[in-house]
């Protein structure tokens, strides 16, 4: 295994890089940045390290180091073809590794952020990895060029075999790659224009689907180690509650039971020889729970306090132009209508776990996570150890969708369990329930839209009203700015480069009303984007119904300068054949946004039968990301993204009553399934000039896209989710 | 001690009786490409052959499974990954985490098995595995493409 291997040869590659402290020299880099590539060449058991993000073995593999974590997303495949890509290497010999987050640390951060969320592991750090393999290519050209005794300038480097140009003499990759790993770093690494890429833009093939296929890929869950126990826990199913006692002695003597703990101040956990003993004692023991101040809380409590934040005078501004009071007051018409988007949980198919191994001196651990060097954080506070006795070892990830980034609580409680267990592995694993209790959740909020129309029912002015939980509050209240969480305006900001709202309207106000209730949020794929895009593009599809417009041509006024906005949404609109009606029977409806750097649109074609059963025939998507690294993987990316979305818009609701989730496992928290899954057409155009992510921005368009598709075929407008709530006869 | 016939060979094994047959697969036999996903047969990650016949292994007691049954999970559908459907998987480039991969490689071969020529209504009645990731539209292609039925109706790609 890689992170194993890693493990073991952490000493043979953690020695001091060159540094470089200008970020000037890093162009898009914004902090003072370690070069990452500049890497004094460390060697161990013939295997020349050229820099820190390329191994090149003797046999010509080339091994690519890869910082951000692989969920199923194809970050580990993209950006080893950006690598490769400058590298010049031949494809078929390229393998990836994971440094972890102590080799990281030891060699000051010498791959930059491990974080990988945002749809951020491409678009955050092209840049330097694609220098990484350039430097590379330049050292190992060097090398050859210092054997040939010839000037490098002569020599070309292709599919890791170098030329002599004039002689014609060739070495390859391997031969010369101890002598590279040798040669100072170049300061100046100049990279290849898109149109000239041959691998990266390409669209190429996983490479971790072999193992995936045979049962051969470990998971976090799947780890075994040398005397490794296990443990199940049970944390206080109520929010903020604790434990107030348990009977360790009446499970003691359970076959396989070594110890029942208590783990932090609200869970016990049971640690056995085997996973399924240890649950089972766990079952079998009865817990008496503080239940704390939470225990009343429930939805319809949780859905009063978010509705008086709708009308509240005091709201934390994300967007403001022009004077809405004063086109409110002189509009001839206004439309009114409030949205609500529920809690829903990640339900990764793998729940969380990690494996821990604590001593006073050192603490291990071996967990799947998308960001190695959060869990390292969270792994030497768990341990009270300095984070430079830790280390964390990533394992593939059965599924993040950001339940596995921010908060590391799986890991703590490992740690917490293995403490009492010196010396002695210990896997945690979380059952189903324990997942579904215990989640960071798409936080709730409401929205009260309020539109001004002018007496030709053009829009003059919107009032866009947020009511709810902030993720950030809950999870990085430093980076809450004068009371503005500006993650939920994702989507809605007046500019930039990440998630602006892609209408010109003249009066607008955007604001919100922070209301947090006693239930965790957290980074959920597509984040607050999900629900400010149902607000938004439901809501404007409302305003061309009320108005006689078509909610194309609407949109297209609103959006004449927002060019990339509209490209999408336009290329979206021949696809469907938007001017053409639809067959029988089948309706439409759009939706379109900008979030995690890249703009994004769909159409969906939906019909409903007279008992209200509703089918989602199409949706046809486009996505402008900037770059597409590798279009194959996009249109899986979508595809994928579109099932997290509809699942969520069909079925995703996490209901809270005396203080605790209500639904524990998939008969209760369904699932969409291959039957419900529509056929999806997805157009890339990547304009260039900027680099977009691709994991989360769809998601966002599918519901909108077929709520609006909804209420064309049955005339009615869904506006709390999910529509397994909702019948859909026709009146 | 009790015994199990899984992937060909007699293996023998210490557990409780009601250990569903999924954790005496992963921790007393080491097999571990079948997956835990739900524990009450709703995702269908643990998915197994038992005398050819798919069976959710998470809700079944060992003791309900005698060594006269054939068990064939992941690692014992064929040496080498070389199964029509892992071919085709690879040929589509299906998974994206893989963890419901295995247990939907195993459901798609046992329906093959039953119905080498499945249309698309057959897909849906008999793959109700659970994907987050949502890779169905490629698992249907890859299906189709394993079953020899040309291009399919889902828009899974070659690449």
């Not at chain 1, 495949?77 to 078929?92: I, K, M, R």
């Not at chain 1, 740690?415 to 010196?422: D, F, G, H, N, R």
Request: charge should be neutral.
């Amino acid at each position: 295994m890689n992170a194993l291997a890693a493990s073991v040869s952490r000493t043979a590659i953690s020695r001091r890089g060159f540094i470089i402290t200008s970020s000037a020299a890093f162009g898009g880099l914004s902090l003072g940045f370690h070069i990452p590539f500049g890497q004094a060449a460390a060697q161990s058991g013939g295997m020349p390290e050229i820099n820190a993000w390329v191994v090149v073995k003797p046999d010509d593999t080339v091994v690519i180091r890869i910082a951000r974590s692989e969920m199923g997303q194809g970050t580990l495949t993209g950006l080893a073809q950006l690598v490769a890509e400058e590298l010049d290497c031949d494809w078929s010999k390229v393998t990836t590794e994971y440094p972890t987050p102590g080799q990281n640390l030891a060699r000051n951060r010498a791959w930059g952020n491990f974080s990988t969320g945002g749809s951020r592991g491409i678009r955050e750090s092209h840049d330097y990895v694609r220098k990484g393999g350039g430097a590379a290519r330049i050292m190992l050209v060097q090398a050859a060029a210092q054997q040939w005794n010839v000037p490098a300038s002569e020599c070309r480097a292709e599919k890791s075999v170098i030329t002599h140009v004039p002689s014609g003499r060739k070495v390859t990759y391997g031969q010369v790659a101890e002598a590279a790993a040798k040669i100072a770093p170049p300061t100046d690494v100049p990279l290849k224009d898109p149109k000239d890429w041959t691998i990266a833009g390409k669209p190429l093939k996983r490479l971790d689907t072999a193992d995936k296929l045979t049962g051969k890929q470990v998971y976090g869950i799947d780890l075994q180690l040398p005397g490794m126990l296990n443990a199940a826990i049970r944390d206080c199913p109520v929010f903020g509650g604790k434990v107030k006692s348990f009977n360790a002695a009446s499970i003691a003597s359970r076959p396989g039971v070594k110890k029942v703990v208590q783990v932090g101040d609200s869970a016990v956990a049971v640690i056995a020889d085997t996973w399924w003993r240890a649950k089972s004692a766990l079952d079998a023991l009865e817990i008496e729970w503080d239940e704390g101040p939470n225990a009343n809380v429930s939805s319809a409590s949780i859905a009063e306090m978010l509705k008086e934040g709708l009308d509240a005078r005091e709201a934390a501004v994300g967007n403001r132009q022009g004077d809405v009071e004063m086109a409110l007051k002189s509009a001839a018409r206004t439309i009114t209508a409030t949205y609500s988007y529920p809690y829903q949980n990640h339900a990764t198919m793998e729940p969380m776990n990690a494996t821990a191994k604590w001593t006073p001196e050192r603490c291990e651990v071996w967990t799947p996570t998308q960001n190695g060097e959060a869990a390292l954080a969270a792994a030497a506070e768990a341990a009270g150890l300095p984070a430079t006795q830790c280390e964390v070892y990533k394992i593939h990830l059965g599924g993040g969708f950001g339940r596995r980034g921010a908060v590391h609580d799986w890991v703590r409680q490992a740690v917490l369990i293995a403490k009492e267990m010196p010396g002695t592995p210990v896997k945690l694993i979380w059952s189903r329930e324990e997942d579904m209790l215990h989640g960071r959740y798409h936080p709730v909020t409401q929205c009260k839209l309020t539109a001004a129309l002018d007496d030709k029912g053009e829009l003059t002015g919107l009032h866009m009203r947020i009511s709810g939980q902030s993720i950030l509050a809950g999870i990085f209240p430093q980076n809450i700015r004068n009371g503005l969480d500006p993650v939920v305006f994702q989507g809605l900001n007046a500019g930039g480069a990440e998630a602006a709202i892609g209408y010109t309207i003249p009066n607008l106000l955007i604001d919100h009303a922070m209301r947090n209730p006693p239930v965790p949020p957290g980074f959920w794929r597509g984040v607050n984007l999900n629900h400010n895009t149902i607000y938004l593009e439901c809501f404007l599809d409302e305003v061309a119904h009320a108005t006689g417009k078509d909610p194309l041509e609407l949109r297209r006024k609103l959006m004449a300068n927002h060019p990339k906005h509209l490209a999408v949404l336009n290329a979206v609109a021949e696809k469907v054949g938007w001017d053409k009606p639809a067959p029988q029977g089948i309706y439409r409806g759009l939706a379109q946004c900008m979030g995690f750097g890249s703009y994004v649109a769909a159409c969906a074609e939906v019909s409903v039968a007279p008992d209200g059963k509703l089918k989602i025939h199409r949706i046809v998507a486009a996505t402008d990301p900037g770059h597409a690294v590798n279009p194959q993987q996009i249109e899986a990316q979508v595809e994928g993204s579109f099932v997290y979305g509809l699942t969520a818009a069909l079925y995703g609701e996490c209901t809270v009553a005396n203080g605790r989730i209500e639904q524990e496992n998939f008969d209760t928290y369904p699932m969409m399934r291959i039957d419900e899954m529509p056929k999806v057409e997805t157009v890339i155009v990547p304009s260039g000039g900027f680099w977009g992510g691709v994991g989360e921005p769809t998601i966002a368009v599918a519901a909108p896209a077929v709520l609006n598709a909804i209420f064309a075929a049955t005339g009615k407008r869904i506006r709390d989710l999910p529509l397994k709530k909702h019948d859909l006869r026709q009146a | 001690m009790p015994k199990l016939n899984v992937n060909g060979v007699i293996r023998e094994f210490e557990a409780e009786e009601d250990t569903p047959l999924l954790w005496v697969l992963r921790e007393q036999l080491q097999l571990t490409g079948t997956k835990y996903g739900c524990g009450i047969a709703q995702c269908g990650a643990c998915t197994v052959h038992v005398d050819g016949q798919p069976m959710r292994s998470c809700v079944m007691p060992v003791s309900a499974f005698t060594e006269d049954q054939k068990i064939v999970t992941i690692e014992g559908l064929s040496p080498d990954g070389s199964h029509p459907v892992q071919k085709a998987w690879l040929a589509l480039d299906v998974p994206q985490c893989g963890y419901c991969q295995t247990g939907m490689i195993m459901a798609a071969a046992a329906l093959l098995q039953q119905n080498p020529k499945p249309s698309d209504a057959d897909i849906d009645a008999e793959i109700t595995n659970i994907c987050r990731c949502g890779t169905y539209n490629r698992v249907r292609a890859a299906i189709h493409e394993a079953a020899g039925n040309g291009a399919a109706n889902g828009s899974g790609r070659r690449t």
